[in-house]
C-alpha cells in the first residue's frame, strides 16, 4: 500500500487525493443574502450533519488563494443566516451554473432557472425547486489557518425549519429513491443513488 505524506504535498494534490478518496459526498446548494439584498447561490461538498441534537450541519467553504473569503461564507458571517438545499436530480444541471465565480454585487439566479420562494423563520429565500430545503442560522464559525493564513471558513449551522416535498415525507422517513439525490466525486463527475442494502447493526 502506497503511502504519502501530505506535507510533502502541493494544496493541489492534496486536494485531488481527497475529493477522489471521501466519495461519494451530499452537495449542499446554499443560497445566502449580501448586505446589498443581493441572493448569492453556490454548491459546497464539503458538507454533511453534525449532530440531531440540536440539529446543526456543517459546511466547509474554502478560501481563495489570496485568503480572500467567499461570498457565501461572507454573508452567512454578516446576517447569521442560510438556506441550505439537498442538491438531486431535477436541479443538477441548473446547481451547477452556480458554481461560476461571480462579482459580489451578481447573482448567479440569473444563470439559472431557479425562483425564490419566501422562508418562514428568515430572510434569506430557498429555491423552489428543490425537494429539501433547511432554514438555518449560524451556531458556529470555526477558522482553518496554515501557517498562519486563513484557508477555509467551517461553518456549523443549526436547523430552524425543514421544508420537505410532501410525496417524500412517510411517516417522519425520507424517501431516498423519490428524492433522488445526487453526490459529488472528483473532477466533473457526479453520482446517482446505487443499489441500496441493508446490514443489521449489532446488538
Request: proline share 6%.
Amino acid at each position: 500500500m502506497k503511502a504519502v505524506n501530505p506535507n510533502e504535498l502541493s494544496e493541489r494534490e492534496n486536494y485531488k487525493f481527497l475529493v477522489g478518496s471521501v466519495i461519494p459526498r451530499p452537495v449542499a446548494v446554499v443560497s445566502t443574502m449580501g448586505e446589498t439584498g443581493i441572493v448569492n447561490v453556490a454548491p459546497f461538498s464539503y458538507f454533511n450533519i453534525v449532530t440531531s441534537n440540536p440539529p446543526i450541519l456543517s459546511v466547509s467553504i474554502q478560501r481563495h488563494s489570496n485568503g480572500k473569503m467567499k461570498d457565501t461564507a461572507r454573508n452567512i458571517l454578516d446576517n447569521k443566516q442560510a438556506v441550505i438545499h439537498i442538491l438531486d436530480k431535477g436541479i443538477v444541471e441548473d446547481a451547477n451554473q452556480t458554481a461560476a465565480s461571480l462579482e459580489p454585487n451578481e447573482s448567479e439566479l440569473n444563470r439559472t432557472n431557479f425562483h425564490l420562494v419566501d422562508s418562514l423563520n428568515i430572510e434569506v429565500p430557498g429555491l423552489k425547486e428543490a425537494r429539501i430545503r433547511f432554514e438555518v442560522e449560524l451556531y458556529e464559525h470555526v477558522l482553518i489557518e496554515e501557517a498562519g493564513q486563513p484557508t477555509a471558513d467551517l461553518l456549523l449551522l443549526r436547523v430552524l425549519t425543514y421544508h420537505i416535498e410532501e410525496n417524500l415525507y412517510h411517516e417522519g422517513r425520507i424517501d431516498p429513491i423519490g428524492l433522488e439525490p445526487i453526490s459529488r466525486l472528483a473532477g466533473n463527475n457526479y453520482s446517482q443513488l446505487g443499489e441500496i442494502f441493508s446490514v443489521k447493526r449489532p446488538n
